[in-house]
């Protein structure tokens, strides 16, 4: 899609990956509207990309539905979803789970996934971007986290399954899906580890870029891995076996009509 004089809301906005999107952004000539809960942070980074800012907690549903209309209000239409606020818990332990934990990761990790894309095409005009912040952890598992890991595995499942029901309004629907990044996800211990491994962190502004591939690359319901040193690469997912008949095998189920 064409990035200049777009119009995109950025959830999560206020730091890590969020504010590193929202700079680029606006580096090529769209509009930003920086969401988080921090609104203070969110106005600082709209501040410095020239856009406006929203303060919400976008686990709520209203919330959510409030700051795509705000970006109606203020640009006119959103031509990009980036929906990209996201926490972890660093419970390995499921004995050790509470049930307050749990629903704070659900509701901002999967619930606000599901209410932005919701929310974004309710009022989104043909031809836009929706982009979410998954993980490497949607992929593969993450024993140091395991909800952390269901919650992206479960936006990954969302992304690919709706971007085919998006194809005939010109919508794209993709993943991006990084590695160990400095955010403050990482705990510090979990970054001194890191650092004593000789193990590469990325840089927000990376994962900025691979947001910039996954909005202009004109592909759907992918994931971009972001991993240290190599360009934005689509996971290839492997096809389940097929049933075994009398006609032969490995024959895929009939292709249902999203509508």
Same mark, same amino acid.
């Given at each position: 899609?064409?990035?200049?004089?777009?119009?995109?809301?950025?959830?999560?906005?206020?730091?890590?990956?969020?504010?590193?999107?929202?700079?680029?952004?606006?580096?090529?000539?769209?509009?930003?509207?920086?969401?988080?809960? /921090?609104?203070? *942070?969110?106005? #600082?980074? @709209?501040?410095?990309?020239? !856009?406006? &800012?929203? $303060?919400?907690?976008?686990?709520?549903?209203?919330?959510?539905?409030?700051?795509?209309?705000?970006?109606? /209000?203020?640009? *006119?239409?959103? #031509?990009? @979803?980036?929906?990209?606020? !996201?926490? &972890?818990? $660093?419970?390995?332990?499921?004995?050790?789970?509470?049930?307050?934990?749990?629903?704070?990761?659900?509701?901002?990790?999967?619930?606000?996934?599901?209410?932005?894309?919701?929310?974004?095409?309710?009022?989104?005009?043909?031809?836009?971007?929706?982009?979410?912040?998954?993980?490497?952890?949607?992929?593969?598992?993450?024993?140091?986290?395991?909800?952390?890991?269901?919650?992206?595995?479960?936006?990954?499942?969302?992304?690919?399954?709706?971007?085919?029901?998006?194809?005939?309004?010109?919508?794209?629907?993709?993943?991006?899906?990084?590695?160990?990044?400095?955010?403050?996800?990482?705990?510090?211990?979990?970054?001194?580890?890191?650092?004593?491994?000789?193990?590469?962190?990325?840089?927000?502004?990376?994962?900025?870029?691979?947001?910039?591939?996954?909005?202009?690359?004109g592909e759907t319901g992918q994931c971009?891995?972001?991993?240290?040193?190599?360009?934005?690469?689509?996971?290839?997912?492997?096809?389940?076996?097929?049933?075994?008949?009398?006609?032969?095998?490995?024959?895929?189920?009939?292709?249902?009509?999203?509508?």
């Open positions: 899609m064409e990035l200049n004089g777009a119009a995109a809301i950025v959830t999560g906005g206020a730091s890590g990956i969020g504010r590193a999107t929202a700079k680029r952004l606006s580096t090529d000539g769209v509009k930003v509207l920086v969401v988080d809960l /921090d609104l203070a *942070g969110a106005q #600082d980074v @709209a501040n410095e990309v020239g !856009g406006a &800012a929203f $303060g919400a907690d976008v686990s709520d549903p209203a919330a959510t539905d409030a700051a795509f209309e705000k970006c109606v /209000d203020t640009f *006119g239409k959103v #031509d990009i @979803a980036f929906l990209n606020a !996201g926490i &972890a818990i $660093g419970i390995s332990n499921l004995e050790n789970l509470n049930d307050a934990d749990y629903r704070r990761i659900m509701g901002v990790n999967v619930d606000a996934v599901v209410f932005g894309l919701r929310s974004a095409l309710k009022t989104m005009e043909n031809n836009g971007a929706v982009v979410a912040t998954a993980s490497l952890a949607g992929l593969i598992p993450f024993p140091p986290d395991p909800i952390y890991d269901l919650t992206k595995h479960a936006v990954v499942g969302l992304i690919r399954s709706v971007a085919p029901t998006l194809i005939a309004r010109g919508i794209t629907a993709n993943c991006i899906n990084p590695g160990m990044t400095d955010t403050n996800i990482l705990s510090p211990e979990a970054k001194k580890m890191l650092a004593e491994a000789d193990f590469p962190i990325m840089d927000a502004g990376q994962i900025a870029e691979a947001v910039i591939h996954a909005l202009t690359s971009f891995v972001c991993q240290p040193g190599i360009e934005p690469v689509a996971y290839q997912f492997r096809d389940v076996p097929g049933p075994r008949t009398e006609a032969g095998r490995g024959r895929r189920p009939p292709n249902m009509d999203p509508s």
